[in-house]
């Protein structure tokens, strides 16, 4: 019996069943505005294959909704938890020639999705299977017969911009050839959130006998195909490989990381690499909280994706083709997002992708001028506002990380500070001291303050490197956010260049460039009043006139009711004006740390832990934007967050799990232990490190990877 016992475990490891990608439900965030896709990827992969149920549209970012049937095929990339549409690349659709009028709907009960894997029953009984490696999509397709047919649709994309009579085409150019019955190649080059070129091989593993070449519509520059095929076995295998670069790197990424045929054997490798990024941390906790932590980590480790080919070119965002470092080049860099926790989180559980992630961001600054905003595919779309690479890089070389070179850092710093681009006009920020709102109507709060945390990562990187007359300069205009301060109000506001207040004036409005236009950006004056606080709490409150007020304000912004919250404005899971759908309000909890009342900020945290998350396809309130949602999650459920992302330093909140264990590769562990954890032991007033009492409400990141263990007695008020 002991060696039967032992086998079964063997199997069950083998498997993957007895690790943590077992907790993975990635079916999370797909219903609602999470904005998650059920297909499989790679850890930092540059495919992600899955079903398209809609091309366009703010529901269907990935290209996906829990609650859809419908389905126009299964292309080959997207990205995960944005709040724009695009990628989509290569669609293919297989068909029962005898039931074409079932060929766009699928049973739902039929649908599985797991790590690594992916599959259905479409109404026309045609079973499809995805899998993945890091650069080729494998789809298995099982038909009730041995006549087949597959559409390709190389016209298709997740589109942004709503263009019913196609009038501006995605596809820009195109050319395809078909190599030979078992092959199609070429490329396009699309317009859309960014304008980019992707390369591609498409490869069947049994001869099509006829294919058919549909009509165009009027602005279409890309082909469709309907591919006829008489199987043997009635299944058809296809791999598709995708490049940044040419039609041939394509060809070394199939021929490299797919050589067979045997979709088992690529689904066990892709599982096998998952575990070994998910099994970095172990906890004790209800299996419900493993399956929402667990799905987090699987969201962070989505991205950012490398689109460096197996050889290490890549297509910069100058158009040239170059060799990258150690072959990794990272895009898919949602920075304004994930610079807040996702990127911290990563220097824990994935230091080794650090160095790459930041000379990748050198790359870009040498080719563009000044460091990227969020690049797509390798071009940068200049999506939000601010700098934040800045603090990116600022927090990478504050952690120890030195595989880059700190002095040509600075100066990227510097220069993306100091000359004017597509998201920084320094001029008139220096001639007034802030953005004035007549002469940019838009956003002018949210950029002034934003840039004021971008300036003090540049001070704070002057200083480390002993640049004196850069910091000086910097730490002075990392105070322009206090010249939009208005003491009657007591909040930020709108100024224009004669010194003037706009008017009229209701800090519950939220503001958002696409649709509603104004001082702030996705937030209102309440969310935006706590950015400062990143980097200079102690002047928060001096403003405010001391901790009292400052208490007061935290307390009043958590109780002041929501007026007509509208999603679309970043409006979403709301306390009082506390909004966790959206980015600008993450930090603002940890606040309470520093306030006359810090028990309620933990209070806050068990709130939103409980309320706004779920193991459910609607269990995720507000955009995931590329894992930065989810790192929120991972950080509160540990215990800290970093409310200053670049200082190093995590300000300790309130654990949500029993225990905790984060494994180095260095073989030292750090482990988090809540004793008396229940669900009503939600506070703590004693911390310990290594059996030490804290009396810092905070850990940094150097505690941290030392390894040992940070105790917290939990108790009720």
């Given at each position: 019996?002991?060696?039967?016992?032992?086998?079964?475990?063997?199997?069950?490891?083998?498997?993957?069943?007895?690790?943590?990608?077992?907790?993975?439900?990635?079916?999370?965030g797909?219903?609602?505005?999470?904005?998650?896709?059920?297909?499989?990827?790679?850890?930092?992969?540059?495919?992600?294959?899955?079903?398209?149920?809609?091309?366009?549209?703010?529901?269907?970012?990935?290209?996906?909704?829990?609650?859809?049937?419908?389905?126009?095929?299964?292309?080959?990339?997207?990205?995960?938890?944005?709040?724009?549409?695009?990628?989509?690349?290569?669609?293919?659709?297989?068909?029962?020639?005898?039931?074409?009028?079932?060929?766009?709907?699928?049973?739902?009960?039929?649908?599985?999705?797991?790590?690594?894997?992916?599959?259905?029953?479409?109404?026309?009984?045609?079973?499809?299977e995805?899998?993945?490696?890091?650069?080729?999509?494998?789809?298995?397709?099982?038909?009730?017969?041995?006549?087949?047919?597959?559409?390709?649709?190389?016209?298709?994309?997740?589109?942004?911009?709503?263009?019913e009579?196609?009038?501006?085409?995605?596809?820009?150019?195109?050319?395809?050839?078909i190599?030979?019955?078992?092959?199609?190649?070429?490329?396009?080059?699309?317009?859309?959130?960014?304008?980019?070129?992707?390369?591609?091989?498409?490869?069947?593993?049994?001869?099509f006998?006829?294919?058919?070449?549909?009509?165009?519509?009027?602005?279409?520059?890309?082909?469709k195909?309907?591919?006829?095929?008489?199987?043997?076995?009635?299944?058809?295998?296809?791999?598709?490989?995708?490049?940044?670069?040419?039609?041939?790197?394509?060809?070394?990424?199939?021929?490299?990381?797919?050589?067979?045929?045997?979709?088992?054997?690529?689904?066990?490798?892709?599982?096998?690499?998952?575990?070994?990024?998910?099994?970095?941390?172990?906890?004790?906790?209800?299996?419900?909280?493993?399956?929402?932590?667990?799905?987090?980590?699987?969201?962070?480790?989505?991205?950012?994706?490398?689109?460096?080919?197996?050889?290490?070119?890549?297509?910069?965002?100058?158009?040239?083709?170059?060799?990258?470092?150690?072959?990794?080049?990272?895009?898919?860099?949602?920075?304004?997002?994930?610079?807040?926790?996702?990127?911290?989180?990563?220097?824990?559980?994935?230091?080794?992708?650090?160095?790459?992630?930041?000379?990748?961001?050198?790359?870009?600054?040498?080719?563009?001028g000044?460091?990227?905003?969020w690049?797509?595919?390798?071009?940068?779309?200049?999506?939000?506002?601010?700098?934040?690479?800045?603090?990116?890089?600022?927090?990478a070389?504050?952690n120890?990380?030195?595989?880059?070179?700190?002095?040509?850092?600075?100066?990227?710093?510097?220069?993306?500070?100091?000359?004017?681009?597509?998201?920084?006009?320094?001029?008139?920020?220096?001639?007034?001291?802030y953005?004035?709102?007549?002469?940019?109507?838009?956003?002018?709060?949210?950029?002034?303050?934003?840039?004021?945390?971008?300036?003090?990562?540049?001070?704070?990187?002057?200083?480390?490197?002993k640049?004196?007359?850069?910091?000086?300069?910097?730490?002075?205009?990392?105070?322009?956010?206090?010249?939009?301060?208005?003491?009657?109000?007591?909040?930020?506001?709108?100024?224009?260049?004669?010194?003037?207040?706009?008017?009229?004036?209701?800090?519950?409005?939220?503001?958002s460039?696409?649709?509603?236009?104004?001082?702030?950006?996705?937030?209102?004056?309440?969310?935006?009043?706590?950015?400062?606080?990143?980097?200079?709490?102690?002047?928060?409150?001096?403003?405010?006139?001391?901790?009292?007020?400052?208490?007061?304000?935290?307390?009043?912004?958590?109780?002041?009711?929501?007026?007509?919250?509208?999603?679309?404005?970043?409006?979403?899971?709301?306390?009082?004006?506390?909004?966790?759908?959206?980015?600008?309000?993450?930090?603002?909890?940890?606040?309470?740390?520093?306030?006359?009342?810090?028990?309620?900020?933990?209070?806050?945290?068990?709130?939103?832990?409980?309320?706004?998350?779920?193991?459910?396809p609607?269990?995720?309130?507000?955009?995931?934007?590329?894992?930065?949602?989810?790192?929120?999650?991972?950080?509160?459920?540990?215990?800290?967050?970093?409310?200053?992302?670049?200082?190093?330093?995590?300000?300790?909140?309130?654990p949500?799990?029993?225990?905790?264990?984060?494994?180095?590769?260095?073989?030292?562990?750090?482990?988090?232990?809540?004793?008396?954890?229940?669900?009503?032991?939600?506070?703590?007033?004693?911390?310990?490190?290594?059996?030490?009492?804290?009396?810092?409400?905070?850990?940094?990141?150097?505690?941290?990877?030392?390894?040992?263990?940070?105790?917290?007695?939990?108790?009720?008020?």
């Amino acid at each position: 019996m002991r060696k039967l016992v032992i086998l079964f475990f063997l199997f069950c490891y083998n498997l993957g069943i007895s690790q943590n990608a077992q907790y993975v439900n990635v079916f999370i965030g797909t219903d609602g505005t999470g904005h998650t896709f059920p297909g499989p990827s790679m850890p930092f992969g540059m495919v992600q294959p899955g079903p398209d149920n809609k091309d366009i549209g703010w529901n269907h970012t990935s290209g996906y909704q829990y609650r859809d049937t419908m389905l126009l095929g299964f292309s080959q990339t997207r990205f995960s938890g944005t709040g724009i549409n695009e990628m989509g690349d290569v669609l293919l659709l297989p068909i029962n020639p005898n039931k074409k009028s079932y060929k766009n709907t699928y049973y739902k009960s039929t649908e599985v999705g797991k790590v690594g894997y992916y599959a259905l029953t479409k109404k026309d009984d045609v079973k499809v299977e995805l899998t993945c490696s890091e650069r080729v999509a494998f789809h298995q397709y099982t038909f009730p017969q041995s006549t087949a047919q597959v559409w390709v649709d190389l016209q298709h994309g997740l589109r942004f911009v709503f263009d019913e009579n196609n009038q501006k085409g995605l596809v820009l150019d195109s050319e395809v050839r078909i190599e030979n019955n078992t092959t199609l190649s070429g490329f396009c080059s699309t317009q859309n959130w960014v304008n980019r070129k992707y390369f591609f091989v498409i490869h069947f593993d049994q001869p099509f006998t006829n294919y058919t070449i549909q009509e165009k519509k009027e602005n279409e520059k890309a082909p469709k195909y309907l591919l006829d095929f008489n199987l043997k076995k009635k299944t058809l295998k296809v791999k598709i490989s995708l490049s940044s670069v040419s039609i041939d790197g394509a060809k070394r990424n199939l021929h490299s990381e797919i050589p067979h045929w045997n979709f088992k054997k690529v689904y066990e490798n892709n599982l096998e690499q998952w575990n070994n990024y998910l099994n970095r941390i172990e906890i004790d906790a209800s299996l419900k909280q493993k399956e929402i932590f667990f799905t987090s980590l699987y969201h962070l480790f989505l991205q950012p994706s490398n689109i460096a080919d197996v050889d290490g070119q890549y297509r910069g965002v100058d158009d040239k083709i170059s060799i990258a470092p150690n072959k990794t080049y990272y895009s898919t860099l949602s920075i304004w997002d994930v610079y807040r926790a996702a990127f911290p989180l990563l220097q824990i559980l994935a230091p080794e992708k650090i160095d790459g992630i930041i000379q990748t961001m050198l790359i870009h600054h040498k080719a563009k001028g000044f460091l990227p905003i969020w690049t797509a595919w390798g071009q940068d779309n200049y999506c939000m506002i601010g700098n934040h690479a800045i603090p990116i890089i600022l927090s990478a070389y504050q952690n120890g990380f030195k595989g880059f070179n700190a002095n040509d850092a600075l100066q990227a710093m510097v220069e993306t500070s100091t000359r004017s681009h597509i998201n920084s006009d320094w001029e008139l920020y220096n001639e007034y001291g802030y953005y004035p709102f007549d002469k940019l109507d838009n956003e002018a709060v949210s950029r002034t303050l934003e840039s004021g945390y971008d300036d003090w990562c540049v001070a704070k990187m002057a200083f480390m490197l002993k640049k004196i007359n850069t910091f000086k300069t910097f730490v002075l205009r990392s105070q322009y956010y206090q010249n939009l301060y208005d003491k009657e109000t007591s909040f930020f506001r709108g100024k224009d260049t004669k010194g003037n207040w706009r008017e009229p004036f209701n800090p519950l409005i939220a503001t958002s460039p696409l649709n509603n236009p104004g001082d702030y950006t996705e937030a209102n004056a309440w969310q935006y009043f706590w950015t400062p606080a990143q980097f200079d709490i102690p002047g928060l409150i001096t403003l405010l006139g001391g901790k009292e007020n400052f208490t007061n304000k935290l307390n009043q912004f958590f109780t002041i009711e929501a007026d007509n919250p509208n999603k679309f404005l970043g409006q979403e899971a709301m306390i009082g004006q506390y909004a966790h759908g959206n980015e600008p309000s993450h930090h603002i909890i940890y606040l309470y740390a520093m306030s006359n009342e810090p028990l309620r900020g933990q209070k806050y945290i068990h709130k939103v832990i409980n309320e706004f998350h779920n193991n459910t396809p609607d269990g995720m309130i507000g955009n995931d934007d590329c894992g930065q949602m989810s790192a929120w999650y991972i950080f509160s459920s540990l215990g800290f967050y970093p409310v200053n992302p670049a200082d190093g330093q995590f300000i300790l909140g309130s654990p949500q799990i029993k225990s905790a264990t984060i494994k180095f590769k260095n073989k030292k562990q750090f482990t988090i232990l809540a004793n008396n954890h229940s669900t009503e032991n939600i506070y703590h007033h004693l911390r310990f490190l290594n059996n030490r009492k804290m009396e810092n409400n905070f850990i940094t990141y150097q505690e941290l990877i030392q390894g040992g263990t940070l105790t917290f007695e939990m108790t009720k008020q």
